[in-house]
Each structure stands twice: as C-alpha cells, then as structure tokens.
C-alpha cells in the first residue's frame, strides 16, 4: 500500500500534524491510513528540502507532484532492459496464441538471457507494454445511419404443452447505435427465413430503415467472408434492395466492429432475459409479447447520467432521418417442385408436416413454395392450394374440398359425436335411441362405441324402421345391447314374435323358493 496515493485534504492533514510533533503511530491511527504510507509521506517531505508551513501554502498541484507518490517504488530499467525491450512486440503477439502464458514467455526468455529479469519484473514491463499500445477508439454515430445486429449467444425458450418439451428459440437483437433504441423478438429456428422474418419484424419496430445495416460474418448474412470485399447471401442482396439500403459485414475475428449491439445483448440479458427467467411460455407469439414489454421499459428509462430516454432520442432526432418502410415486407421463400402422390399431401421436410393438394391433381407435376407464414401449390403456374404454415411435427394441415368424396365422408364419419347417433337414432324410435344410448354408455371411452352405433343406424338400408324398432326393443329387454345382438334378432325374425315383458324380468315359479316367512 505504499504506493496508495491519497487525496489532497489528508496530505494537508499529514503535514500539520508532522508539524505539530505528532508520532507517525499516532498519525496513522487519526488519519486511518497505513503507517507504511505516514512513513513514505515522512521521508518525501524531508527530502522536498521544504519546511512545513512552505508545502502548506503551496497550491495543490504544486504539492501533489512535489510529494508524488508514483516514483517511490517504480522499476529503473537498468542494462537487461535494453535486450528485453525490442523483445517486448513479439511476446505481446504470442501471448495472442492458443495456450501461452506469461510464465510461458518467461521462461523461454530466461533460457536465453539467464541473466535477465525475474519473472515479476518481466511481467511489469511486458503488461506496461501491452497497456501502452491498447487504444479504443471513440466512434461518433450519425442518426439514421446505421442498424446493427447480431443473435444473442443463450436462447429463450417455450413450452410444448403436451409433452412439456423445452423448445429452444434463438434470440434477434437488432441496435440502432445513435440513439441506442433496442429491439429483439425469439425466433423458430436460426434458418435464413427465420433471420428475414425477424429483420422485418425490427424495421417495422423502428418505423422506418437507416442507410446501412451491419452483421458479422454469420452464414446467413454472408457468403464468403473478407476483409475488403465480403460476399453476400442472394437473398441478403434481395433483402437489402427490397428496403434500399446499404450491406456492412464487419472483419472476420473482430466482433468490436459491431461493439454497439454486442453490449446491447448484454443488455438483454439483464433487461429481459433475468426478468423471465422464472416465466413459462407455451407459445412463440407469448414469448415475443413479452420481450417486447420489457424492451419498450429498457428503452423509455431514463439513461444515466442524461436527462433523456433512448426512446426520446429516437423520436426526436432518428425517426425523421430514417427511410420509409416498402408498402410490403420482404418474403424469404423456399421453392420445392414435386409430383403429387396419390395421398394428395406434400411435405415440408424441415417440419415434417404435411399439407393438401386437390385430389384432381394426384399424379401431376407441381411446385410448392412456402415462407415464414404461408404455404403456396402451384400446378401450371396457377395457385389450387394455400395454407397457413404450420410447425406442428408429423401432423397434417387439410383442406376438406381437396379431399375425394368417399374420403370426406369417412373423414365425418369420423368427426360424430354422441349426440349426433343420439338424433339418428330417434328418427328410427324411440327403442333405438334407448339402445344406442346404452351402447354409448357401455364402453369406457364413449367414443369405443361410435363405430356399433353407426352399425345399429345403418341397419335402416336393409330392413325398415319398424322392424329395428322391435329388435331393439327386445335387446333392450336384456342386460346389455350390442349391435351384433340387434342384428341377430333381425336375421333370426325373433323381432316379430311377441315377448311378454314380465316372462324376461319373473323367475318361474316353483316349490323350492323361500320367501320372507322362511326366516321368521
């Protein structure tokens, strides 16, 4: 601690008490300071050749670099500086490589100059090197001129809320340096449509495009990275015509060229994804509502040290300066020709989801093209399917008039519910409502029974309602109804013949019953 500087006030402090004769002990104990730095202070003060009352009327940078504390125990280069220091570039740049320390460097050092500086030494005038070289440069952001981006390295995630599967959304944070307005929406995946559907997402946020926008080096912003000239994706190209403005790919390696976003995903970090972090999300549309609750807060929270938020900033001097928004957004489309099959359903293979095409077209060659949101058939250059795009895996989206005709009755057969055989069933009699009934109710799961119910109705094409009205009539006399049962009574005729209701429910009467008074 010998080397502490300390404020103004306590050296003034210091030297009255020196004056007076206090003991350094005594000093250090008043002042609250080490008596290795009362000690220090002591010794410089005699030697300034000064008296007391002279340093105290002396201003106080005068006294400050009279009584500097930073020569005291500084390091004199002596002769081994001489062969260290034009050594000194060459280990800074090896301390860049994978794996070297310091100690490292020293000790190869030391195998050549045996002589030479221990390692604490070294270590000084290497890091006062390395220090002596490090500049950041204070970049000036002109309003409207530039969007930053970049996705954050953790995702966000929803809930799927059948199989309470965690589904990992990757996070778009997107920047505009000048006022710092931030905006971020979690997204399916990381794939190209994904990435333009969320660039659009931020324009429209902004309320307008600034002159350029500027990504590192990620495969879906560029083609070939370099230095002077980066190649872009075609579809980042199209992207950027369709909004008229500028591409910017920052230098391979050097994520500080777009250091502006890379601390606003800090910020995000902090700002949304602490506070929801305890939350559950079953879908992504509740998830972005949220990210964006909790920016448009970050954004209108007064900035420290200023009197404004980013979000006035933005209003008051960026808005006016950016370009108006295209009438649409641009679309980023996958295009997949095919033949139809005879299942009539085509497959996006990153989704392994199914979608209709008009049965009339099974056998034909046809293309399917599909974005973020919509899902396009075309036979011939002419639409006969749209759908909206799903992301259920392995389910089917349809279209009820792409299908057959028998195909579509089945489909219904298989929609019934209970009450729809319930009103079947009572067209017929009320016998037969009453024996559907207790078919429903004799299985587990009401709808086991659909497919005997459906039995029982269809019946009517081969006899007439008055016969099923019987026969079920007659079923329901017994203990349980079955459709194979009301059918056999129809085969076997018993529906004509008469049936005395009491005969089923007495027993017959003989000699060996007891009754009550057996058990007087």
């Known amino acids: 601690m010998a080397n502490k500087q300390i404020s103004m006030l306590r050296t003034r402090q210091l030297i009255q008490l020196l004056e007076r004769g206090v003991s350094q002990r005594k000093i250090s104990l008043q002042l609250r300071m080490s008596r290795n730095i009362v000690s220090t202070y002591a010794v410089r003060i005699r030697e300034s050749g000064k008296s007391y009352q ?13 009584l500097s504390m930073s020569s005291v125990h500084e390091a004199v280069p002596d002769e081994r500086f001489s062969s260290l220091e034009p050594l000194l570039p060459g280990y800074a740049k090896e301390l860049k490589r994978t794996g070297v320390t310091k100690l490292l460097l020293w000790e190869e050092y030391r195998t050549d100059y ?28 002109i309003p409207g001129q530039e969007m930053q981006v970049d996705f954050a390295g953790d995702y966000l995630y929803i809930t799927d809320k059948g199989t309470g599967e965690q589904i990992a959304c990757p996070v778009l944070v997107c920047t505009l340096p000048y006022s710092g307005q931030t905006f971020a929406i979690g997204l399916r995946d990381a794939r190209q449509e994904s990435f333009y559907y969320g660039l659009n997402k931020s324009l429209e946020y902004f309320g307008g495009v600034t002159e350029s926008v500027k990504s590192d080096n990620m495969r879906q912003w560029v083609k070939r990275a370099d230095r002077y000239e980066p190649t872009f994706n075609d579809a980042t190209v199209q992207w950027a015509i369709h909004y008229q403005t500028n591409l910017i790919a920052t230098r391979p390696g050097k994520p500080t060229d777009k250091g502006h976003v890379e601390s606003h995903v800090n910020i995000v970090y902090r700002r949304v994804y602490a506070r929801m972090r305890n939350e559950v999300f079953y879908s992504l549309q509740a998830l972005n509502s949220k990210i964006l609750e909790l920016l448009d807060k970050h954004n209108n929270e007064i900035m420290q040290g200023r009197s404004y938020s980013r979000n006035q900033r933005f209003i008051q001097e960026e808005i006016p300066l950016l370009k108006p928004l295209p009438q649409n957004p641009f ?26 095409v008009p049965h009339q077209y099974v056998g034909q060659k046809a293309t399917l093209i599909y974005d973020y949101e919509n899902v396009e058939i075309y036979v011939s250059l002419e639409r006969v399917a749209y759908h909206r795009r799903s992301y259920i895996t392995g389910d089917y989206t349809t279209i009820e008039e792409h299908l ?4 579509r009755a089945y489909k219904r057969s298989q929609e019934y519910n209970a009450a729809y055989y319930l009103r079947q069933a ?20 009401i709808q086991q029974g659909y497919r005997s119910c459906m039995g029982i109705i269809s019946l009517t094409k081969k006899y007439p309602a008055e016969r099923i009205e019987a026969a079920c009539n007659r079923a329901c006399q017994g203990s349980a109804v079955t459709y194979t049962m009301i059918k056999l009574i129809l085969e076997k005729k018993l529906d004509t013949i008469t049936v005395q209701n009491n005969n089923l429910k007495k027993l017959p009467e003989h000699d060996n019953i007891r009754g009550a008074s057996a058990y007087n």
């Open 426 to 445: 009572l067209r017929i009699g009320p016998s037969t409502k009453e024996a559907v009934q207790r078919v429903l109710s004799s299985n587990i799961f």
């Open 404 to 407: 057959p005709e028998r195909h």
């Open 54 to 66: 002279e340093l105290l009327a002396l201003d106080d940078a005068t006294l400050s670099f009279l």
């Open 114 to 141: 045996s002589e030479g500086y221990g390692y604490t030494q070294f270590k000084h005038y290497l890091n006062r090197y390395i220090k002596g070289k490090k500049y950041s440069y204070h970049h000036v952001h």
């Open 331 to 356: 679309v980023f489309k996958y295009r997949k020709d095919f033949t139809v099959n005879s299942t009539y359903y085509v497959q996006i293979t990153h989704d392994q989801h199914f979608y209709s």
